[in-house]
């Protein structure tokens, strides 16, 4: 397929790894089904809204994802959907048509990953190739206007046509493109989750941890800043500093219309009404999709006191130190 390459990732711990005969399996499936999914592609804008999860790593996206596509009638990118990335459109009606396109979440998760055919991806491959991202890292400034967004939205369109319903996604990577996506697509809405800075970052450093074996290893979204010479924790400060950054100013531009701003912390107390609260802003782009529930209790929030006790002093620090000199 023109203009395909697979995403590079740093080798992980063995629990995390990926099989790389089911990944080679994967891409030979989806570069064979993607000529006839582009065939299908249809024009215009979505006919439902598109809803983005977005947020630093580590700040509660995921939680939000299950959260969303438990209680409204949305549509979303489940683990079966997303072994389509290259022809989404078939992983959605497949989907559809196996009866494994609802989710009841059990709303765990592991750095992210998910697992049960209904439970939410992240759908990290389809973004790297649709945004142009051969990894993690942010690129320069003149990138976005290599994305191809026309396809992108026709691609986005066809998603919602055969869903029938506003699509949700969770695309960690759209966080450098916010105000790009709504220019091309202007019934695009975002959930900006948010969390304490020093949990998200001591979070970042367990995370770094697990997935490789090692603090040193740069985990998720890689800011375009050059911070090789710093330890871990000050990495992680600046990296939820910088990413912060961005979407604040994404939020001042976009405003509340397009933008819901929520805080870890109210979605774990009252899901039910961060839900509430999503379907006026999904009704304020075009379509406030049904409550599918009719009570959901509330989570406990997740600390790591342990590292908290180790790092948080410095981390703080930290984050008032490159808060300082990033801002603007």
């Known amino acids: 397929m023109s203009g395909y390459q697979r995403r590079i990732d740093p080798p992980l711990a063995p629990v995390f790894a990926k099989d790389p005969e089911s990944e080679d399996f994967l891409e030979r499936l989806n570069l064979l089904l993607a000529p006839q999914a582009e065939a299908e592609l249809v024009d215009g804008d979505p006919p439902h809204p598109i809803l983005h999860v977005v947020g630093a790593p580590r700040s509660g996206t995921t939680l939000m994802y299950q959260v969303i596509a438990s209680g409204l009638d949305v549509a979303y990118v489940n683990n079966l959907v997303a072994a389509f990335w290259l022809a989404p459109s078939h992983g959605m009606r497949l989907a559809a048509k196996l009866g494994v396109d609802r989710l009841h979440s059990n709303f765990a998760s592991q750095f992210g990953r998910t697992t049960g055919i209904t439970e939410p991806h992240e759908f990290g ?14 690129r320069g400034p003149g990138h976005d206007a ?30 450098w493109h916010l105000e790009s996506m709504i220019a091309r697509v202007p019934n695009t809405a975002y959930v900006w ?10 979070s970042l450093l367990k995370m770094r941890q697990s997935l490789f074996g090692t603090h040193d290893e740069w985990a998720s979204l890689v800011p375009n800043v050059d911070l090789s010479g710093e330890p871990p924790w000050r990495q992680v400060a600046a990296q939820v500093v910088l990413l912060e950054n961005t979407l604040e100013r994404a939020h001042r531009q976009l405003g509340d219309e397009h933008m819901l701003a929520v805080h870890y912390d109210r979605l774990c107390a009252d899901p039910m009404a961060v839900l509430g609260d999503v379907r006026e802003l999904l009704g304020r782009t075009g379509e406030a999709p049904e409550l599918r529930i009719d009570d959901l209790p509330p989570f406990t929030a997740m600390h790591n006191d342990a590292l908290a006790d180790e790092y948080g002093s410095r981390i703080d620090a930290a984050i008032a130190e490159f808060a300082e000199r990033f801002a603007g």
């Open 146 to 175: 290599e994305i191809d967004w026309d396809r992108l939205r026709a691609v986005l369109a066809t998603l919602a046509h055969h869903a029938g319903a506003p699509v949700v996604f969770k695309p960690m990577l759209l966080i």
């Open 125 to 138: 491959y389809f973004w790297n190739h649709h945004l142009g991202y051969p990894d993690l890292r942010e």
């Open 193 to 202: 989750i948010r969390r304490d800075p020093r949990d998200t970052a001591i």
